[in-house]
């Protein structure tokens, strides 16, 4: 049985892979949710164009307790209270050299992490106790020639699409897209690429791409990674877009085991209006391929990847209030104990609601390698345990989330909605899974249905631009009602688990 227990791992590992493997061109596509940013200082002249900006973020959370295993353990984060200072420069020559063209990039997290009261449980991947860090995300170099060609180098952020797998974790709420996000970090990689500049009229370019990985939800400490990237995009720069992009990762743990895998991810978005209506779509699908050594057992050393994600979403703007329509896809693996891993991991940063992946799935999970790792019940700990926590990702799910929002001035918006999951895989724990003779037992001891909850979102915010200046401040809430994918021994759900969010924001 302990083989339940290591393939558990990889597989857990493997959704991991599948988030950020994919670099396309810097600005290839923007997500609806896209944040705009207003210029701290804005100067040109003979040496060029100057622009510089900084973003600051200060958000308090709070939710109730969440159960995490069988032994009436709950996870209780208390009070947390996280901090961002986000400043960035760009500077380019514009005209004064023409036809060549350069443009350096600066952006760095002079703070990016969360202050909490003392957690009842801590460890990696439980909500919150991420530890604060200072990180450089962009420090690279663009040279064009011709406005046809162009290479870049050096250090910078990773967007594609909706940021199924790859995000930059700069792609949060904005006006109309009742979103409930809260962004961190992000993934960023040292880069060398070269691509076309869009064709005048038709929008398309052309990337390819070498990164040496320097963080993403992918890696654990000692983690080394690379990848090679081709991307190609229609509609580059306009209201319709559509592209595709290959990467090819291979990463090495730092015990040595080694994963490689193929990511494909198709994306489109666009909007048509409808007379004094506006109709927003898009939608990213991604399939992951490959094989690992992690996680590896007498029967099998090595393990097939499989894996898919997708997303859709669907929104009818007018002029003070609109509609959204999200569903989501991760696909989930039902046998730990075979030789194929196919559970989808998003990025972190791709959220959906405030509760269900961020917090009560992520403590669940983050639980798992402590009680998979105990001497008096397993002897000798599986390997890779510290590979099961999803810490906040979107996994094994199947979700639709409908969400209203309304603008009763220009100033304020408010808006909510109904997060409905369900799980394509059985929710199984390691350890219960164990004792009950491999056969898929969830976090509580009990047989877990697909049905994962309901989620109730509400949210209010306050936005407004004063010369350059953006402030913001909202205030968001949550409800879960867990379904019987979380049911104890004897079939009954666990306790509503509620939250709420106060962010204050700041841009120049």
Do not use: C
């Amino acid at each position: 049985m302990r083989t339940t227990v290591a393939v558990m791992s990889t597989l857990v590992l493997s959704w991991a892979l599948s988030a950020p493997v994919a670099i396309a061109a810097e600005g290839a596509s923007q997500a609806p949710e896209g944040n705009s940013k207003s210029p701290l200082l804005e100067a040109s002249g003979r040496a060029g164009r100057l622009t510089a900006s900084l973003e600051t973020r200060i958000s308090a959370e709070q939710v109730s307790a969440i159960p995490v295993d069988a032994s009436g353990a709950s996870f209780e984060a208390g009070a947390l209270l996280r901090s961002r200072i986000r400043p960035g420069l760009v500077w380019s020559t514009e005209r004064t050299i023409a036809p060549f063209f350069a443009k350096v990039e600066l952006e760095a997290d002079l703070h990016e992490g969360t202050f909490y009261d003392e957690p009842t449980l801590f460890g990696p991947g439980y909500p919150g106790t991420d530890d604060a860090e200072m990180s450089v995300r962009k420090a690279a170099l663009t040279l064009s020639v011709g406005g046809l060609l162009n290479v870049t180098g050096g250090y910078l952020t990773s967007h594609w699409g909706l940021g199924l797998m790859a995000n930059d974790g700069a792609h949060g709420w904005k006006p109309g897209s009742a979103n409930f996000t809260h962004e961190v970090g992000g993934d960023r990689v040292l880069r060398a690429m070269v691509s076309t500049s869009p064709i005048p009229g038709m929008g398309l370019m052309a990337a390819a791409a070498y990164d040496v990985v320097q963080h993403d939800d992918a890696m654990l400490e000692g983690d080394e990674a690379s990848q090679w990237v081709g991307a190609l995009v229609y509609g580059m720069g306009k209201p319709n877009t559509a592209g595709v992009y290959v990467v090819s990762r291979y990463q090495e743990s730092a015990a040595g085991a080694e994963t490689e895998v193929v990511a494909i991810d198709a994306m489109g978005m666009g909007e048509l209006p409808l007379g004094n209506m506006k109709l927003h779509l898009a939608a990213e699908v991604a399939t992951v391929f490959g094989g690992t050594k992690l996680g590896p057992n007498a029967v099998y050393p090595e393990h097939d990847i499989f894996s898919v994600g997708a997303v859709v979403k669907a929104g009818l703007q007018l002029e003070r209030w609109g509609v959204w329509l999200d569903t989501a896809y991760a696909s989930g693996d039902q046998n730990a104990d075979d030789g194929q891993v196919n559970a989808f991991k998003a990025d972190p940063n791709f959220q959906q609601g405030l509760l269900l992946h961020r917090y009560i799935m992520a403590a669940q999970t983050a639980r798992a390698p402590h009680t998979a790792s105990n001497p008096d019940l397993v002897g000798v700990p599986a390997d890779d345990l510290d590979r099961i926590p999803t810490r906040g990702a979107f996994t094994n799910t199947v979700s639709v989330f409908p969400r209203i929002w309304w603008r009763p001035v220009p100033t304020l918006e408010l808006y909510g909605g109904a997060l409905i999951a369900l799980s394509p895989a059985s929710v199984s724990d390691p350890l219960e899974s164990r004792l009950a003779g491999g056969v898929p037992t969830n976090a509580l001891g009990g047989d877990p249905g697909s049905y994962l909850g309901a989620e109730l979102d509400a949210g209010v915010r306050w936005n407004m631009n004063l010369e350059g200046l953006h402030l913001g401040a909202a205030f968001e809430a949550a409800l879960f009602l867990p379904g019987d994918a979380f049911v104890d021994p004897a079939g009954n759900a666990p306790d509503p688990v509620s939250g709420a969010r106060f962010t204050l924001t700041g841009r120049l």
